[in-house]
């Protein structure tokens, strides 16, 4: 097991909809751990993200049973209020920024940076690595413009397709309740002045996700091709990535990171059907590790 002499380690990591702390002690051992809102300055504003990183971190030191000061190593993703709050809380460690990709291969227990990651939680992204660690990355547009395959894009479909059916342009679907209940509202199209309200909110859009892959298990036809197209759109953004570097008889791992996988065999079922016909070698793995545990990891192997 590593071990780090002098003080703990703290790993943040932040999107649009949740923002994740962990400390590991000397011995790499989790002791505590804190969650927040959003984080991801693009989409939140930067008091608000300022906000759940301070939650997140105050949370993990409580239950960790000790100081900002005894803080001595940091990482973060999207970190763009990391150091202003660090300040803030008497953590004097610099936070060192780690991406994506990277923490979605230590989440795998993946060293080695080759392969693709897919990353498909609040938004959706693809990177390739090879082995000379050149990049190439598609996606993450943001939600004015797609993130395809995000739960945002779940959310949205979802939505949408609750409001063709209480317009009677598609069929009945258990999609409409499901809104009128999340959104707390009478009427299905009472919804809209909700979403209107509060301009782009992919946080609120994309926490309809879990909504509509509950829809889908339960049967619902409408929700069921909803999961399984976003499933089958991930596979081909995954597959088209993999192609800038890599041939068909290569071996790889295709790391999946995000909560969209958590919907489980409808979503991943679908990716499978489109990678493995084009890369059989390849592995895909299922990026399971907590989110700030890896940061953690990575920031406590780079002292």
Same mark, same amino acid.
């Given at each position: 097991?590593?071990?780090?002499?002098?003080?703990?380690?703290? +790993?943040?990591?932040?999107? +649009?909809?949740?923002?994740?702390?962990?400390?590991?002690?000397?011995?790499?051992?989790?002791?505590?751990?804190?969650?927040?809102?959003?984080?991801?300055?693009?989409?939140?504003?930067?008091? $608000?993200?300022?906000?759940?990183?301070?939650?997140?971190?105050?949370?993990?030191?409580?239950?960790?049973?000790?100081?900002?000061?005894?803080?001595?190593?940091?990482?973060?993703?999207?970190?763009?209020?990391?150091?202003?709050?660090?300040?803030?809380?008497?953590?004097?460690?610099?936070?060192?920024?780690?991406?994506?990709?990277?923490?979605?291969?230590?989440?795998?227990?993946?060293?080695?940076?080759?392969?693709?990651?897919?990353?498909?939680?609040?938004?959706?992204?693809?990177?390739?690595?090879?082995?000379?660690?050149?990049?190439?990355?598609?996606?993450?547009?943001?939600?004015?413009? +797609?993130?395809?395959?995000?739960?945002?894009?779940?959310?949205?479909?979802?939505?949408?397709?609750?409001?063709?059916?209480?317009?009677?342009?598609?069929?009945?679907?258990?999609?409409?309740?499901?809104?009128?209940?999340?959104?707390?509202?009478?009427?299905?199209?009472?919804?809209?002045?909700?979403?209107?309200?509060?301009?782009?909110?992919?946080?609120?859009?994309?926490?309809?996700?879990?909504?509509?892959?509950?829809?889908?298990?339960?049967?619902?036809?409408?929700?069921?091709?909803?999961?399984? $197209?976003? +499933?089958?759109?991930?596979?081909?953004?995954?597959?088209?990535?993999?192609?800038?570097?890599?041939?068909?008889?290569?071996?790889?791992?295709?790391?999946?990171?995000?909560?969209?996988?958590?919907?489980?065999?409808?979503?991943?079922?679908?990716?499978?059907?489109?990678?493995?016909?084009?890369?059989?070698?390849?592995?895909?793995?299922?990026?399971?590790?907590?989110?700030?545990?890896?940061?953690?990891?990575?920031?406590?192997?780079?002292?």
């Amino acid at each position: 097991m590593l071990r780090v002499e002098g003080g703990y380690t703290l +790993g943040i990591d932040g999107g +649009g909809s949740k923002t994740d702390a962990v400390i590991l002690d000397q011995d790499g051992s989790v002791v505590g751990a804190g969650i927040a809102g959003g984080c991801n300055a693009n989409f939140t504003p930067r008091r $608000s993200a300022a906000a759940a990183y301070r939650r997140a971190i105050r949370a993990a030191l409580k239950e960790a049973n000790i100081t900002a000061a005894d803080i001595s190593r940091a990482g973060c993703t999207f970190g763009a209020v990391a150091k202003a709050v660090f300040e803030e809380l008497g953590i004097s460690a610099e936070p060192r920024h780690f991406s994506e990709f990277g923490v979605a291969f230590e989440r795998a227990g993946i060293r080695e940076l080759r392969g693709v990651a897919l990353i498909a939680g609040t938004g959706s992204s693809c990177v390739a690595l090879d082995a000379e660690q050149r990049t190439r990355g598609f996606g993450g547009w943001g939600p004015l413009l +797609g993130d395809d395959g995000s739960a945002y894009d779940i959310g949205l479909q979802g939505i949408k397709r609750a409001m063709l059916a209480c317009e009677g342009r598609a069929p009945d679907t258990l999609l409409e309740e499901a809104v009128r209940e999340y959104f707390d509202v009478a009427r299905t199209k009472a919804a809209i002045s909700k979403l209107f309200a509060t301009g782009i909110n992919q946080p609120l859009v994309a926490g309809f996700a879990p909504c509509v892959s509950g829809a889908a298990y339960d049967g619902d036809s409408a929700a069921i091709e909803i999961v399984e $197209s976003v +499933g089958e759109v991930l596979g081909e953004l995954a597959a088209f990535t993999a192609r800038k570097f890599f041939r068909e008889a290569d071996a790889f791992p295709f790391v999946l990171a995000g909560g969209v996988f958590n919907i489980g065999k409808l979503v991943l079922d679908p990716i499978r059907c489109v990678l493995r016909p084009q890369f059989p070698k390849a592995s895909i793995v299922i990026a399971e590790m907590r989110p700030g545990e890896a940061v953690a990891r990575l920031a406590m192997r780079e002292e």
